[in-house]
């Protein structure tokens, strides 16, 4: 079974400024990741996904997110941050067999301050 | 394109009543996924469809949950009796059923039990 870490429960950081998001997984099987975002009172949207091919995957919103195999990592980055990139951040894990079932991380609330 | 439609938006009952949250996927997704949100447990998925036929309901909590999906526009989670921990808010996402391809998510019912 699979399992996802998100490292950090809650991110401040200041307007234009670069953030990290953390995500680590654990798996037996070769899988699929993805970094979804919610925004208040809404339901997640897609961000970003890696399937295969290029390790730097390019997401919406000037998102970007790294594959890292042998620390089994898919951290999320963006350069400069703005006011409303304010959203919960779900990092989320599916395997080859089970391809449409996703496990999520418990999320990282992402506050940017002017 | 319309997106996955969910009613009631919000629902505010008194325990030990019938609550039923109803979901409209997206037209031609073949999958659908109903979740859980709550601040201590994060997202958690409580069953998921394919081709209207229920694939895993592991996540369901107990016997008072039943979901149903009568035919590929429409599905039904179902609490009875409610109960004061059942207050969460319920997301359903569809998808297409094929590798790597994202769930899209509805905007969610926000159930209160008294």
Known sequence: AQSVTQLDSQVPVFEEAPVELRCNYSSSVSVYLFWYVQYPNQGLQLLLKYLSGSTLVKGINGFEAEFNKSQTSFHLRKPSVHISDTAEYFCAVSDFQGAQKLVFGQGTRLTINP | ?114
């Open chain 2, 1 to 114: 394109d319309a997106g996955v439609i969910q009613s009631p938006r919000h629902e505010v009952t008194e325990m030990g009543q019938e609550v039923t949250l109803r979901c409209k996927p997206i037209s031609g997704h073949d999958y659908l996924f109903w979740y859980r949100q709550t601040m201590m447990r994060g997202l958690e998925l409580l069953i998921y469809f394919n081709n209207n036929v229920p694939i895993d309901d592991s996540g369901m909590p107990e016997d008072r949950f039943s979901a149903k999906m009568p035919n590929a526009s429409f599905s039904t989670l179902k609490i009875q009796p409610s109960e004061p921990r059942d207050s969460a808010v319920y997301f359903c996402a569809s998808s297409w059923g094929q590798v790597g391809q994202p769930q899209h998510f509805g905007d969610g019912t926000r159930l209160s039990i008294l």
